[in-house]
C-alpha cells in the first residue's frame, strides 16, 4: 500500500491550497489530516482508457462486465446511450470535460430528475453509475451519492478487472463477523473512495479513509451525522490485520480520531498555561511523579488538578502572577472559585475539594523536600505553601458524609434491586419469544402470549436493480429494509413499531450485563474485560468441578478469582453461545481502554457486538446507558421507582452489602472485591439496624454451639445456692461489689481501694464520715509517729476522694429553674459593646 493519499479532484480545497503540489489539511476529531495532492491524477483504466471513447465503445465495455440477460444487457445499453447523448450537448474533448460543462455539480437538482416514468426501459442514473464505474467520469461525493445506483458497488468492482488488491480487500470484508447491513454499506463507502479519489485499491492510506470520513459528515443529513463518523472503520480493520498500512498506524480508526495517549507536556499545553517558567515547572513535577508508576488515568488527573484547577485559575485571578509565592488575596480567591462547580442548575459546593487542596498542598511540600537534593532545579520554585494545616480539618468530617451518603444511597437501592431483576428477565424473555415467532412464522400475522402481532414488510417497490428501475435512496431505511432484512413487527391493534432484533439484542445484554454486575460485584472496567479464557474450572479432591471466572486486574494489580453460583455460570454460558452461534468462536477484537487510551491486544472478549461497521467491545458509556435506560422503563410500570437511577457501581455495594451483612467473613467479601485493605471493604458495606441486632444474635448462637455440650447441664438446688449467696455478697456498705461470678475478693474487702466498687449516690455523706475518721486516724498516726500507718491512711484517702468525685459528677442533675424574661424598654441605652 503506498503511504501517500491523494485528494478527490472534487474535494481539494478551493483557494492557495489547491496549487499542484502543495499539501492540504484537514481536522476531524482530535486527528489532523494531512494529505499532499497529486498535481494530474491518472486514473486507473481497467478497461482501457475511455475517457474520449465513443459511445459504442462504453456501451461494449459496460456490457462485458457483470453478465447478465439480454434483456438487462439492452437496458445497461440505452441507459449509457442517454447519458452520453445528454453529455454530448455540453463542450469538451473528453466525457469528463463534457460532465464538468454540464453544470450539475453546482446544481441543486438531482441527476435523477432526467430519469423518465418508472416503466422505462433505462435510467439516467443507471447511465451516471456505469461511467463512474467505468473509470470515465469523476463526481463529486455529494453527487454520486444523490445520483448513483443503490447497488453501485456491484457494478463499480465488478468493473475493476486485474486490482487484485481489491479483490481480496472485498472478500476480505464479506467474510467479516459483522451484519449484513454494515457490509453493504462498507463496499459502498469503499467504492466511493475509489471513484471520488481516482485510486486503484492498492492506493487506500489512512489519510484518505479519514478524509472520506469527513467527506461523508459533510454531505450527510443531521440523522446520519452519528452513523457516519466512522465510515471506513471496516475497511481499515482489514488493511490493518493484514499489514497493509505504514508501521505506526494506529490499531483502529477510533484511536485515529479521538487520539491516543498525550505526553504531559500535550496535556499541560491543553489547558493554555500563559507563563513558561510555570509550565515548564508543572511538565517537570508531574513528569517526576509519573516516573513513580503512576496510571494514565492518575496521570491525567494529576494534571487536571494542578494546571487546570489550581494555576489557570490563579492566572484569572492575578495575571502578573509568575511563580509559586501567592499572597492571601489571591489564595483567598482561588479558594473562593474553586469551592463550587457550575452546573446547569446553577452553582453546587464542590465535593472534591479536599483532595484538590491536598494535591495541591503536596506539590509545595514535595518542592520543598526535592530542593534539598536538587537544589539548582526545585530551588528556585521553594515557596511557602498557601494552605494552611487547618484548611484540611473538614476532609475526615467530608469523608464521613460522603459514606453517609453512599450507604443511604445503597439502603435505598437494595429492596429494588429485585424488582430491577424481574422486570429485566421478563423484558429479555417476552423480546426473545417476538423474535423467535417473527422469524418462524409463515404469515404477516403471529400471536404470542395472547397478543396479535404483524410483521412489516417493506414495499415491493424497494426492489433494486443493478441496471436501473426503481430503487431506494443509498442509506434509507428502506433500502436497509430489503438489503439487510431488518425485521420489523407492530401490534396489530396499533402501537409503536418495534425493530425486534435490535430490541432482543438490547434487552439480552442489559440482562447479562445486571446479572453478571449483581452476582459478582466487578467493576464495570473488569465486566468489559471479561473474555473466553476468564473461564476455568477447578476440581477439588472429592471429584467435584467448580466453575471460576477469572477476573483480569482494572483498578489494582491483583488478578483474582470468582467461585461462580449457578445463576452466573448460566449467564456466562448464555453470553458465550450467542456469540459463537455464528461463527464457531469468540472473535478476536481489540479493546479501547477509555481511561488508559490505548488498545488491548486482541482477544476473545464475550461483551462484544456489532458496532456500526465493525465488531468491537462495548464502551462504559454503553453500559451505564443501558442499565439507565431500563431503569426509566422500570419507572414506567412501578412508582416507587421514580427518579430512582441505578449504576454499574451500585451493584458492586449492593453485592458487598449482600455479602457481608449474610454472614460472609469480610476478609473473604474482601477477596472477591478484589480490595487490598478490609477498610475499602467496609466503606462499601452499608450496615442496617436490624442487621445489627439479627447478627449479634447469631454470634451469640455461634457461640453457644461451641461451648461443651456439659455446660449445659441443669444445674442443682446447692449450685443455684451457691450463684444466689455470690450476688448477695457483693452488697457492701458504700454500694456493690462488681466482681465476677466464681471469684474471691481480691482486696481482702478493702473496699476502699478496690476498683471494682460501685458507689450508690445517696451514699456520699456516709463516704464524708469515713473520710473524717481517717482524718483523725492521721492525725494520731503523726502525734504518735506510726509512718507505716501514715502511707496506708493516704492512700485510702485518695482512693475515697476519687470514688467520691466520680459519684458527685455522675449523680443525676435535677430540673434548672430559669427566670422569665424581661424585656427591655426601647428608649433605655445600651451599655458598651464587647467584641
Known amino acids: ?165 481489491l479483490a481480496a480487500l472485498t472478500a476480505a470484508i464479506e467474510a467479516a463477523p459483522v451484519s449484513a447491513k454494515s457490509r453493504h454499506q462498507t463496499l459502498t463507502d469503499l467504492s466511493y473512495m475509489l471513484a471520488i479519489q481516482a485510486i486503484p485499491a492498492s492506493d487506500i492510506t489512512p489519510g484518505g479513509l479519514m478524509h472520506l470520513g469527513l467527506a461523508l459528515r459533510e454531505v450527510s443529513t443531521a440523522r446520519d451525522k452519528n452513523t457516519r463518523k466512522l465510515a471506513g472503520a471496516l475497511v481499515w480493520q482489514v488493511l490493518f490485520d493484514a499489514g497493509k498500512f505504514p508501521e505506526g498506524t494506529p490499531v483502529t480508526m477510533r484511536i485515529a480520531t479521538v487520539g491516543g495517549r498525550k505526553s504531559v507536556a500535550e496535556m499541560v499545553d491543553s489547558y493554555g498555561v500563559s507563563n513558561a517558567g510555570v509550565r515548564q515547572l508543572l511538565i517537570d513535577y508531574i513528569t517526576h511523579r509519573g516516573a513513580l508508576g503512576m496510571d494514565y488515568s492518575t496521570l491525567s488527573r494529576l494534571v487536571r488538578a494542578l494546571t487546570r484547577n489550581f494555576w489557570c485559575v490563579i492566572e484569572r485571578m492575578n495575571p502578573d502572577q509568575s511563580n509559586l509565592d501567592l499572597d492571601e488575596t489571591t489564595y483567598e480567591a482561588w479558594r473562593s472559585e474553586i469551592d463550587t462547580v457550575q452546573t446547569p442548575e ?42 494552611p494545616p487547618i484548611a484540611s480539618r473538614g476532609y475526615s468530617a467530608g469523608r464521613r458524609r460522603q459514606a453517609e451518603r453512599i450507604a443511604d444511597r445503597t439502603r435505598t437501592r437494595q429492596p429494588m434491586l429485585e424488582i430491577l431483576v424481574e422486570h429485566v428477565v421478563a423484558v429479555r424473555d417476552q423480546m426473545s419469544a417476538l423474535l423467535a415467532a417473527a422469524e ?51 401490534p396489530a391493534d396499533g402501537g409503536p413499531t418495534i425493530e425486534i432484533q435490535g430490541e432482543e439484542a438490547r434487552t439480552f445484554w442489559t440482562w447479562a450485563i445486571v446479572e453478571v454486575l449483581r452476582l459478582t460485584g466487578m467493576r464495570h472496567e473488569e465486566l468489559l474485560e471479561l473474555s473466553h479464557l476468564s473461564v476455568r474450572q477447578y476440581r477439588r479432591s472429592n471429584g467435584e468441578v467448580v466453575a471460576l471466572l477469572v477476573v483480569s486486574p482494572s483498578k489494582t494489580d491483583r488478578e483474582r478469582v470468582i467461585p461462580m453460583s449457578p445463576e452466573l455460570l448460566h449467564v456466562i454460558a448464555q453470553v458465550i453461545r450467542r456469540q459463537t452461534d455464528k461463527l464457531g468462536a469468540i472473535p478476536l477484537v481489540h479493546r479501547w481502554d477509555p481511561h488508559e487510551r490505548q488498545h488491548t491486544e486482541a482477544m476473545p472478549f464475550l461483551f462484544q457486538r456489532n458496532r456500526g461497521h465493525t465488531t468491537g467491545v462495548m464502551s462504559p458509556t454503553t453500559v451505564a446507558r443501558m442499565i439507565r435506560r431500563m431503569c426509566q422503563e422500570v419507572a414506567e410500570r412501578y412508582p416507587q421507582f421514580q427518579g430512582l437511577t441505578f449504576t454499574p457501581h451500585d451493584f458492586r455495594r449492593l453485592f458487598a452489602t449482600d455479602l457481608v451483612n449474610n454472614g460472609l467473613p469480610i476478609h473473604i467479601g474482601a477477596a472477591l472485591l478484589g480490595h487490598a485493605s478490609l477498610q475499602t471493604t467496609r466503606g462499601y458495606v452499608a450496615v442496617f439496624d436490624e442487621d445489627v441486632v439479627r447478627h449479634y444474635q447469631l454470634h451469640l448462637t455461634r457461640r453457644r454451639q461451641l461451648r461443651p455440650k456439659e455446660e449445659y447441664r441443669r444445674t442443682s438446688a446447692q449450685e443455684w445456692h451457691e450463684f444466689e449467696e455470690h450476688f448477695d455478697k457483693r452488697k457492701v456498705e458504700l454500694g456493690g461489689c462488681g466482681r465476677p461470678y466464681g471469684t474471691p475478693c481480691a482486696h481482702e474487702h478493702a473496699c476502699v481501694r478496690c476498683p471494682m466498687l460501685h458507689v450508690e449516690p445517696q451514699m456520699v455523706p456516709r463516704m464524708d464520715e469515713i473520710e473524717a475518721d481517717l482524718l483523725a486516724r492521721q492525725e494520731r498516726a503523726v502525734a504518735e509517729g506510726w509512718h507505716g500507718e501514715i502511707e496506708g491512711i493516704e492512700v485510702t484517702l485518695d482512693h475515697l476522694r476519687s470514688k467520691r468525685e466520680r459519684v458527685t459528677r455522675l449523680r443525676p442533675v435535677g430540673p434548672v429553674a430559669l427566670p422569665s424574661p424581661v424585656l427591655r424598654p426601647t428608649d433605655e441605652p445600651r451599655g458598651p459593646q464587647t467584641r
Open 440 to 490: 418462524s412464522s409463515a404469515g404477516a400475522e403471529f400471536e404470542v402470549n395472547g397478543v396479535r402481532y404483524l410483521r412489516v414488510a417493506p414495499p415491493p417497490s424497494a426492489a433494486k436493480n443493478p441496471d436501473g428501475g426503481p430503487r431506494a435512496r443509498p442509506g434509507s431505511a428502506l433500502e436497509r429494509e430489503t438489503e439487510t432484512g431488518v425485521l420489523r413487527i407492530q
Open 1 to 165: 500500500m503506498s503511504t501517500t493519499g491523494v485528494w478527490s479532484r472534487r474535494e481539494a480545497p478551493q483557494g492557495d491550497d489547491t496549487r499542484p503540489g502543495s499539501p492540504s489539511k484537514k481536522s476531524w476529531g482530535s486527528a489532523e489530516i494531512v494529505e499532499p495532492r497529486a498535481p494530474q491524477p491518472r486514473l486507473p483504466q481497467p478497461l482501457g482508457d475511455l475517457r474520449s471513447a465513443s459511445v459504442e465503445a462504453l456501451v461494449s465495455a459496460a456490457c462485458s462486465v457483470l453478465p447478465r440477460s439480454a434483456t438487462q444487457l439492452d437496458k445497461r445499453a440505452r441507459s449509457i446511450r442517454r447519458f452520453t447523448e445528454h453529455l454530448s450537448t455540453f463542450p469538451g474533448d473528453t466525457w469528463q470535460q463534457r460532465w464538468d460543462a454540464s453544470g450539475w455539480e453546482t446544481s441543486t437538482s438531482a441527476l435523477a430528475s432526467l430519469n423518465p416514468a418508472p416503466a422505462a426501459s433505462w435510467t439516467m442514473t443507471s447511465g451516471f453509475s456505469w461511467l463512474v464505474a467505468l473509470r470515465v467520469l469523476v463526481p463529486s461525493l455529494r453527487v454520486l451519492r444523490t445520483g448513483a445506483i443503490s447497488d453501485f458497488f456491484k457494478i463499480f468492482i465488478g468493473s475493476q478487472r486485474g486490482d487484485d488488491d
Open 346 to 387: 446553577g452553582l453546587r459546593p464542590r465535593q472534591s475539594v479536599w483532595d484538590l487542596l491536598i494535591t495541591v498542598r503536596a506539590l509545595y511540600l514535595d518542592i520543598q523536600s526535592w530542593a534539598i537534593e536538587d537544589p539548582a532545579r526545585w530551588g528556585p520554585w521553594v515557596a511557602r505553601c498557601p494552605i
